[in-house]
Structure formats: structure tokens, C-alpha cells
């Protein structure tokens, strides 16, 4: 019997329907962007230091430059750059008093300066930017800085809880439904975020963005590997991703463009209210359709493929069904994931290496924020580098295999990271270099782990491994935030060098893994237990059943 895979084929496996469903669902990949990352240019944190009234006036009356004025009024100014004494003390003395000495001013109101007082910014703080962000706005700075991290583990929470229930929808309602609902909330959150006046309503929204927004890109991911043939299958998937690092590029131009946050929140997500339009253009799965038993309206789909495609739907076609080859279904449960040996072993390595590829790459695009360079340009130059990750995977994982360049990728990630620590802060632009090394590094790791998970799970159990795996991407992506933004304060690369660590042990456990290079897919726990061996279980398949003309007569 023909499966639908054979129809693909007669009907065009990557032609011009495909072609026109991957278009704009990597529209929506690259949309993705600022909720992810977005933390970078929202929560923006520039120079900063305490509003101590009077300053200004005195420095105007003295005729100060700025750097004369910082050195003479904010604490623990000069030779050392800012520290927090100087972002977050302030001298606790008055600056309107008359007399006030322009070449000594401490030494004129106290006599000796090491022994003024010092206070937190009872007053607020001047910052160093043309622009605004949550930071700014919100005062998210000294005592209250954690309220950033919060920002960002909030979406990644709503991650956690999101891909979980909307892979549920999805798998029960339909790709389209679930994406055409998820992309209606994601727009209705971001729309609120650009309007409400308070921090807790922000984290609020921001939780409930992530709830609907990760889920709605993994619909689009398994739609868009649904539609197409097999041999296209992991290369759309890998350029699905790959649509993510061109929305870095535009939502960094964009920042650029827009150094208020709450205008550049309404521009990125004005946009997404063009996807609604994906009600009329964009089609269901068959491949679902075809699980739910409703076979007419996937035909239709087949039918209205192959006249896209210009291309003539094999006659004589009277029903789809699922036909199962095994004598009975498996019922996946959770204990499977750690019954037995090797099953135990790809479960906890993978769920490290989900964990090491969010923390590493979320961690360096946040470390990166902090930095002393041009955020905008460091943010440009550590996005092009995801395009030649996504080309050495589609190059090298049919040749090379999965196992060797993956675990390379962990391994430079975190190397990349040590070397990034280690050199000196005058020479920025070779630690940009080292950092770009590290990024592309991790890109790699990350889109390997998706498409990796799959394969080694028998298929009872396939997507509830993948979920389980993958919910330490989104434990990741909570911790992240205060693995850098706190110890940050302890010494700026100190975060660098636990990614280093994380790293390299990702790195060295992906080798204990077997290799799928060139093995179909298992279908029970005995066969992943067998990896080894190169006899391959046979697959489970969608049936056409044809029937012919004779056959009809009879």
C-alpha cells in the first residue's frame, strides 16, 4: 500500500504549496524574537547614579564639565569606573548650601571626605540614555534589581506551563486552531504591555505572553514539518529555526530605531496582527487530520496540494487510514522514561543539555546586555553568527553524523565562554569575537537537541519525552536571569565561567549518546535498548488505500 509520504512524492514533497505554508509560518518564527530575547532592549540597564538635589545647580555655578561633576559629587567616581557605591550611594550632604567651595566642595561642607556619610537614593537616580526602558521607568535598579530577572523568568514560567497545555490543544484541536488562538493572545498581551502603568501588571502580561507565545511557535514547527516530504523534513525544520536569527536582526534594527520601550513594544507586536489573516491562507495538518479519522478533509487538503503544485493527484484514492502493525497500542507513561538502562541514560542527558542550551543561550544574549560595549552592535554581530551554526548542521549531520558535532558544538560553546572571561576589558573587540565563537556554538547545541530528542524515543512515547525533556529548557530560562544579573555584581564574568562549566559537561555527556545518523526512528523501548545493532524496527506508517476500478465492480 501506498503511504502518504508516496503521495508527497507524486505530488510535490517541497513545491509551491509547501513552499507558500513555510514562507509564513517563518514569518511567525522571526515574530518570536522579542518575546524570547526581548529582555536585552525592554530591561535595557544604562550608567546610572543617585539624583542628589542641588548638583546641578552647583555644577552649572562652578562651571563643571560632567566628568568634573561626577568626580566631585557621586562616591567612589574615577580610575575605577562605576561600582555600586556609585550607581547606588550618594553623599549625604547638602548641595544648596551657600559658600560651597567649586575646587573642593566635600572639603568645604565636612572637612575630611572620607568620612561623609554615605545614603541610598532616596531621590531617585539620573540615567545615561537618550532613551527609556522598564529599568528606567520603573527604577529597576540597586535594591531593586532582581525585579529584571523577575521580568524575564516570568515569560520563561509561562514557557514552562505553556508548551505543556498548548501542545495538548494542538494535538487535540489541531495545529491551525491552536495557532490561529495562540497568535490572537499573544497580540491582545503585547498590546496591553505597551498601555499598563504598573511593574506587577507588566511581569503579569509578560507571564501570560509566554504562556501562549513558545507554544505557538512549536505549532508552527510541527506544522510545518507535517506538510512537507520527508527527505525536506529536518533541513525545513533547521530553516524554521534559522527564520528566528533573521527576526534578531530586524528586531535589533528596530531597537535601534526605537530606544523607548513602550514604543518598541507596540511596534513588534502590531505586526503579529497580520497573522490572523493565516485563517484564510494557511492550512491544517493532514497528518492530523488523517490521527483524528477525518479523512475527507484531508484528501481535500492532498487535493488542493497537488493542484498548487501543478501536479496530478494519483487517481482511484478512496479513504486514509492509520493502520497499526503492532498488535496493540503502548500507553506512554512517565516511568518509561527511566525504566531501563539506555532509556534512563538519553533521558538525563538530554534533559541536561535542554537545560545547558537554554541557560548558555539566553545567559550570553542577556551578559551581553550588561557589557560595556555598543549593545546594539555586540546584539548584530552575535545574531549573524546563527547563520553559519544552522549551515554546518545541514552540512554535517548527514555526513559527519549528530553524536560528534554536537557534542563539539558544547564543547566550543563553553571554551568560547572561559576565553570570553579571561580577556581583558580594554580589548572589547576580541571579546566580542570570543563571544560570537560561543554563541554560534550554543546555536548549534540547541537546534541539534531539538531534532535529536526525537529520534531517540520509541514513538509511543515521543512527544511525551520531548515534553518532559524539554521543560528544562523553560527551568533554564527561569534560572538564567539570576545567574547573570546577580553575579554580575560579584565580578562581570562570573557568569561566563559557570556557562563554561555547564558547557563543557553538556559537551562530554552527549558522547555517551548512540548515534541516529542513518537509523529509523524506534518504535518500542526494545529497539532503543538495541540501538547498537543495525537492524532497524519497522515504522509505523499512514495508509492510502487504493482502490481500482475492478475492484469497485466487484
Request: glycine share 8%; charged share 20%; proline share 5%.
Amino acid at each position: 500500500m501506498p503511504t502518504l509520504d508516496d503521495i508527497l512524492e507524486n505530488i510535490g514533497e517541497f513545491d509551491r504549496f509547501q513552499k507558500q505554508t513555510f514562507f509564513v509560518l517563518c514569518l511567525l518564527s522571526a515574530a518570536f524574537t522579542p518575546v524570547y530575547v526581548g529582555v536585552v532592549f525592554f530591561g535595557f540597564t544604562p550608567e546610572h547614579r543617585c539624583f542628589s538635589p542641588g548638583v546641578a545647580e552647583l555644577s552649572q555655578r562652578c562651571g563643571w564639565s560632567l566628568e568634573e561633576q561626577l568626580n566631585h559629587t557621586v562616591p567612589e567616581w574615577g580610575g575605577h569606573g562605576a561600582s555600586f557605591g556609585s550607581r547606588c550611594r550618594r553623599y549625604e550632604v547638602d548641595w544648596n548650601v551657600t559658600g560651597v567651595s567649586c575646587t573642593d566642595p566635600l572639603g568645604s561642607l565636612v572637612g575630611n571626605r572620607s568620612s561623609v556619610p554615605l545614603s541610598p537614593c532616596r531621590d531617585g537616580w539620573v540615567y545615561d540614555s537618550p532613551g527609556t526602558s522598564l529599568v528606567t521607568e520603573f527604577n529597576l535598579v540597586c535594591e531593586d534589581s532582581w525585579k529584571l530577572d523577575l521580568f524575564q523568568s516570568s515569560v520563561n514560567a509561562g514557557f514552562f506551563i505553556g508548551s505543556i497545555n498548548i501542545g495538548y490543544i494542538a494535538d487535540r484541536f489541531g495545529r491551525r486552531f491552536c495557532l490561529l488562538n495562540t497568535i490572537l493572545a499573544n497580540v491582545v498581551c503585547g498590546i496591553l504591555l505597551v498601555f499598563v502603568p504598573t511593574y506587577l501588571w507588566i511581569v503579569i502580561l509578560r507571564f501570560l505572553q509566554g504562556l501562549v507565545s513558545k507554544g505557538c511557535w512549536t505549532a508552527g514547527y510541527i506544522l510545518v514539518t507535517e506538510v512537507v516530504g520527508p527527505r525536506y523534513r529536518r533541513t525545513v525544520g533547521i530553516l524554521y529555526q534559522t527564520a528566528f536569527s533573521i527576526g534578531l536582526l530586524v528586531f535589533d534594527a528596530v531597537a535601534y530605531a526605537i530606544p523607548h520601550w513602550r514604543w518598541l513594544q507596540l511596534t513588534v507586536t502590531l505586526p503579529s496582527c497580520f497573522f490572523l489573516l493565516y485563517y484564510w491562507c494557511l492550512p491544517e495538518s493532514p497528518r492530523w487530520l488523517i490521527s483524528q479519522g477525518k479523512n475527507d478533509k484531508a484528501m481535500k487538503i492532498v487535493s488542493d496540494m497537488a493542484k498548487k503544485n501543478r501536479k496530478k493527484l494519483p487517481s482511484h484514492f478512496e479513504d486514509i487510514k492509520f493502520e497499526e502493525e503492532d498488535g496493540g497500542k503502548q500507553s506512554p507513561s512517565l516511568i518509561d522514561l527511566v525504566r531501563t538502562p539506555q532509556m534512563r541514560k538519553n533521558t538525563f542527558i538530554l534533559m541536561y543539555n535542554w537545560f545547558t542550551s537554554s541557560v548558555l543561550y539566553q545567559g550570553l544574549i542577556m551578559h551581553m546586555g550588561v557589557a560595556a560595549g555598543n549593545v546594539y552592535l555586540d546584539f548584530l554581530y552575535s545574531a549573524l553568527v546563527e547563520f553559519p551554526a544552522a549551515f554546518i548542521i545541514i552540512v554535517t549531520i548527514d555526513r559527519v553524523g549528530r553524536r560528534y558535532p554536537w557534542a563539539a558544538a558544547n564543547l566550543v560553546a563553553g571554551a568560547a565562554c572561559l576565553v570570553t572571561a579571561l580577556i581583558p576589558e580594554d580589548i572589547h573587540w576580541l571579546k566580542v569575537i570570543a563571544a560570537c565563537i560561543g554563541r554560534m556554538g550554543i546555536t548549534m547545541a540547541f537546534e541539534m537537541v531539538c531534532f535529536v530528542n526525537t529520534e531517540l524515543y520509541p514513538t509511543y512515547i515521543r512527544n511525551l519525552g520531548v515534553m518532559v525533556c524539554s521543560s528544562l529548557c523553560d527551568v533554564g530560562g527561569v534560572i538564567v536571569p539570576f545567574i547573570v544579573y546577580r553575579l554580575v555584581e560579584v565580578w562581570h564574568d562570573l557568569p561566563l565561567v559557570v556557562f563554561t562549566v555547564l558547557g563543557l559537561i553538556a559537551g562530554g555527556l552527549v558522547l555517551f549518546l548512540p548515534e541516529t545518523k542513518g537509523r529509523v526512528l524506534p518504535e518500542t523501548v526494545e529497539d532503543v535498548e538495541n540501538f547498537h545493532r543495525h537492524s532497524a524496527p519497522k515504522a509505523k506508517k499512514i495508509y492510502l488505500r487504493v482502490q481500482t476500478p475492478e475492484a469497485a465492480r466487484d
